[in-house]
């Protein structure tokens, strides 16, 4: 089947990357809705991963004081396992390296533990101590340089 990674352009796009937010991180992983949703939507370049026509996961990323920070990453249960998750941090570091004010900045992620070996795959290492962001486990993963594309 076919894997396929868009930037969003448009508020129904957009409404579809929600709804898998929604299922994952707020039904599945008990994210309280007003911590899922924030004041970034508008500001963050956000992508939609297609599973041959449908919609199954979800990606953005955002300019921050520290850096670019890579979010929401989201791939709905059944298509778990298949690429997805690689096709969305392949689609969404390809489109930071597009970028022209990304030169030079550091890249990083809030990496849920369960998801931490998508992120290495990806050239990501974890940097500091585990710490939790809605009940969740995190570290903060950054890329390193020698692998930016």
């Not at 008990?30 to 899922?36: G, N, S, T």
């Not at 690429?83 to 004010?101: C, F, Q, R, T």
């Not at 998508?118 to 939790?132: A, I, M, P, T, W």
Request: with cysteine; aromatic share 10%; charged share 30%.
């Amino acid at each position: 089947m076919n894997i396929s990674v868009k930037k969003i352009n448009d508020l129904p796009t957009l409404q579809k990357a929600f709804r898998i937010r929604e299922e994952v991180f707020v039904k599945e992983q008990q994210v309280a809705p007003d911590e899922e949703y924030d004041e970034f939507e508008q500001d963050s370049t956000q992508f939609l991963a297609y599973f041959g026509q449908q919609e199954v996961g979800t990606a953005r990323w955002r300019f921050t004081d520290k850096g670019i920070k890579l979010e929401r990453f989201a791939v709905l249960k059944p298509f778990r396992g298949k690429g997805i998750g690689e096709a969305l941090v392949k689609a969404v570091l390809e489109d930071i390296n597009s970028h022209p004010l990304s030169k030079g900045k550091i890249i990083y992620l809030h990496g849920q533990v369960q998801a931490m070996g998508l992120y290495e795959k990806s050239g990501f290492q974890k940097s500091g101590d585990l710490f939790v962001e809605c009940n969740i486990d995190h570290y903060l993963m950054k890329l390193l340089p020698e692998n930016k594309v």
